[in-house]
């Protein structure tokens, strides 16, 4: 897939994320994806599978979101089968928590999917807004 299929793939997911749609985000990611979270939280480590994806990460995150996970791309970075996303999160947490995370997110493509994505957040943040995750059902 060109380096502007990538880009525009990620435009459209962003463009709905914005809007507290998720699915495009889920249904881009390819079943052998490797999620990674840089850092030491509890939320920290690498997600093997689009299954664990959504059971160990996503899940467990919108359980404690006050609603849709809403993030909007602030910049978009394409070369090649890799895209760097620039992105603003504007949530609050069922407690009542602001959850406005800062992220900077690395997706490597293949065959239209995402295949690696790596991310760098603010870790602090997640350790004081969010429960460690607890497996979704």
Known sequence: ?????????LEHV???TAKGNGRPFVEMLADNVSWTIIGTTAWSKTYSGKQAVLKELLGPLNAQ????NIIKACNLVAE???VVAQAQGHNRTKSGKEYANTY???FHFRDGKVVKLIEYTD???????????????
Request: a negative charge; proline letters at 11%; charged letters at 20%.
């Open 1 to 9: 897939m060109s380096t502007e299929k990538n880009r525009a793939t």
């Open 104 to 106: 900077c997110w690395l």
């Open 14 to 16: 962003f463009a709905e």
């Open 80 to 82: 090649g089968d890799t």
């Open 123 to 137: 870790t602090a943040l997640i350790e004081t807004a969010l429960e460690p995750p607890a497996l979704a059902p």
């Open 65 to 68: 979101l006050d609603g849709p």
